[in-house]
């Protein structure tokens, strides 16, 4: 009970700072709120007939009802498994397809210039486990 209460408070603490005190955001914050306004913009002028998810099981879902319309078994590609959530997901729920999943699961080979992710960042430390194939 005590938790919700302070995520409670984290959240409207953190939506008085964005309403009401902006210039108090830093650099990283500033450029993510423009960035999010630019491609609020995008979408609302060039995706009017896009769909929309807000968590991912429902895209996920969405994309599961997909194939199953197509109708005709094929080949599933992941690139990036990372940890293998998706790939695991969608191969429980989809036995009739081939998943092929590719990464090197040693993570990043440089650092990305400008963000927090540097070099070796999602380095997994081993392959991860796949649902076998049935």
């Known amino acids: 009970m005590l938790a919700k209460i302070k995520r409670a408070i984290k959240r409207n603490v953190e939506y008085f700072l964005e309403e009401f005190l902006p ?28 769909s929309m998810f807000f968590k991912t099981p429902k895209l996920w879902n969405w994309l599961i009802g997909k194939i199953n319309e197509n109708k005709e078994n094929g080949l599933c590609f992941e690139f990036g498994v990372f940890k293998g959530w998706s790939i695991n997901y969608f191969s429980k729920r989809l036995p009739s397809e081939k998943f092929y999943g590719f990464d090197s699961f040693i993570g990043l ?26």
Do not use: N
């Open 23 to 50: 210039h108090r955001r830093t650099v990283p914050e500033r450029l993510y709120a423009e960035a999010l306004d630019d491609s609020a913009d995008f979408a609302t002028s060039h995706m009017q007939q896009a």
């Open 109 to 134: 080979q440089e650092d990305w210039t400008g963000w927090a992710h540097g070099k070796g960042s999602f380095d997994v430390g081993v392959i991860c486990q796949v649902s076998p194939i049935m």
